[in-house]
């Protein structure tokens, strides 16, 4: 069994700055690739930022030079670090994650729950 729990949302101004944690708990043999990826009301659901097991990172276009993914190996955790943020930020932002659970068996998709983010004009 696996878990991946958010934390860190809420509501801030235009122009301020949020901290997205997810930790992960449980079977975990290697954590691969871990991201973010966010869903509006009326939107299809979009990646944010992915961040692979070694470091490599990819942005969306729409937050690139605003937004920071990174990770902590040893917590089993991945950051969000949201900086300038803009009205069309808000969403409820899910982490994801392909976990491995012992040498043999194949990575599968984890989600979080999700964690609301609401940035006001």
């Known amino acids: 069994q696996v878990q991946l729990v958010e934390s860190g949302g809420g509501l801030v101004q235009a122009g301020g700055s949020l901290r997205l944690s997810c930790a992960a708990s449980g079977s975990i043999f290697r954590l691969n690739d871990m991201g973010w990826y966010r869903q509006a009301p009326g939107n299809q659901r979009e990646l944010v930022a992915l961040?692979?097991?070694?470091?490599?990172?990819n942005y969306a276009d729409s937050v690139k030079g605003r937004f920071t993914v990174s990770r902590d190996n040893i917590k089993n955790t991945v950051y969000l670090q949201m900086n300038t943020l803009k009205p069309e930020d808000t969403a409820v932002y899910y982490c994801?994650?392909?976990?491995?659970?012992?040498?043999?068996?194949?990575?599968?998709?984890?989600w979080g729950k999700g964690t609301l983010v609401t940035v006001s004009s």
């Open positions: 961040i692979t097991s070694t470091g490599s990172t």
């Open positions: 994801n994650a392909e976990v491995e659970t012992s040498w043999v068996t194949r990575g599968i998709i984890y």
